[in-house]
């Protein structure tokens, strides 16, 4: 089953939510792709979702090697991966589950996220800047008559 449906990078926490609602409905995330959703039937309420944002690109060989040591050593799955985010799966029966052993990694990761949504609005606010800015450059036409 493949639904469209549209999230912010700043609302991470409601996706993972509503991955985690889905999987309670029966549906289980097998991919993503900017916007589509591809869910796969499962027990209902069979997983728990966690989405992590990750310095590296989760295709880098480092990442691949703790996705490796997770499914190993944590009985987490590597579900699939959306740019710098990675999502992330475990069954409901081996409990929930989070990537941080301790405060310290919890507050660095805090700090990214602010930071990736920090830059992610000056982003926005320099390219609305640019835009007003530009609308004063047009031309005016007057028209004789």
């Given at each position: ?45 069979e997983y728990y979702y966690s989405i992590e944002l990750f310095e590296n690109l989760p ?31 475990r069954k409901k029966s081996k409990g929930k589950f989070s990537l941080f052993t301790d ?12 930071t990736f949504r920090f830059s992610l609005a000056l982003f926005f606010i320099a390219s ?18």
């Open positions: 089953m493949v639904i469209f449906k549209f999230f912010t990078v700043g609302d991470y926490e409601k996706l993972e939510h509503w991955i985690n609602k889905m999987c309670f409905k029966g549906y289980a995330l097998k991919d993503y792709s900017f916007g589509r959703f591809y869910f796969e039937p499962c027990i209902e309420n295709s880098s060989l480092s990442s691949e090697d703790f996705f490796n040591y997770l499914n190993d050593e944590c009985n987490i799955e590597y579900v699939c991966k959306f740019r710098n985010f990675a999502f992330f799966r405060i310290s990694q919890k507050v660095s990761y805090f700090k990214r996220i602010l609305s800047l640019f835009s007003f800015l530009n609308s004063f450059n047009t031309p005016i036409v007057i028209s004789s008559v």
